[in-house]
């Protein structure tokens, strides 16, 4: 497989269900990032690990949980949702230099659809 | 404030015809511009890269160009096809180091035949 791998693409779930969202890179980057696409709105930044430490939590709220147990794997951990959090969630992943941050190219995987009922 | 505003935020043309999408921003202190094309279901993809220095640059029929003194990008698109059909995504870096990118809401295009 190349590039920005999401699972599932497209999730259902009441709003007392726990479920995981999982993205897989394969292009050897060492940043990898969770977007929230929600309609006619600007991509969301939510959360980025840097060499596998977490560098940025863009104030999300608490029942979402990332966790990047190595620089190929992130996901992000879902429990007691509301229906406003129904959105596609995009992973992507990027090369970061020597200096730090980014300011390189976004590869994106092809996004989760999560519906909240 | 740092925002990125496109316009129009949607646009409907006919097969073989040419238009134009803006892209104004108030990004400060700037390091780059993007334009990402995504497919309905899919990840956004990047288009083109335009730094301070570029004022334009084309990848096939796509053709971005960048005024950094009145801080606007515009994406050409030459020749439409049906393929065309996608959300245009304008996306600024800020020179800060860090993770600061900041994207506009996209244009939604529709090609019609």
């Known amino acids: 497989e190349t590039g920005v791998t999401q699972t599932p693409r497209h999730l259902v779930m009441g709003m007392t269900n726990k479920k995981s969202l999982k993205c897989e890179q394969h292009?050897?980057?060492?940043?990898m990032y969770w977007y929230k696409q929600s309609a006619k709105k600007p991509l969301e930044l939510m959360f980025v690990y840097s060499l596998e430490e977490r560098v940025e939590n863009n104030s999300v709220p608490s029942r979402f949980s990332p966790e990047c147990p190595n620089s190929s794997h992130l996901f992000l951990h879902l429990h007691t949702l509301q229906p406003e959090d129904s959105a596609l969630y995009l992973c992507?992943?990027?090369?970061?230099?020597?200096?730090?941050?980014?300011?390189?190219?976004?590869?994106f995987g092809e996004g989760s659809r999560l519906t909240v009922l | 404030k740092n925002q990125v505003e496109q316009s129009p935020q949607s646009l409907i043309i006919l097969e073989g015809k040419n238009c134009t999408l803006q892209c104004n921003y108030t990004v400060s202190p700037f390091s780059n511009l993007r334009w990402y094309k995504q497919d309905t279901g899919r990840g956004p993809v990047s288009l083109t890269i335009?730094?301070?220095?570029?004022n334009t640059k084309s990848n096939g029929r796509y053709t971005a160009t960048l005024d950094a003194d009145t801080k606007q990008s515009s994406l050409h698109i030459t020749a439409s096809q049906l393929s065309d059909s996608a959300s245009y995504i304008c996306v600024v870096s800020l020179n800060t180091g860090g993770f600061k990118t900041i994207f506009g809401a996209g244009t939604r295009l529709f090609v019609k035949a």
């Open positions: 292009l050897g980057h060492n940043a």
């Open positions: 335009m730094t301070f220095s570029e």
């Open positions: 992507a992943s990027s090369q970061v230099g020597l200096a730090g941050g980014y300011t390189g190219e976004l590869f």
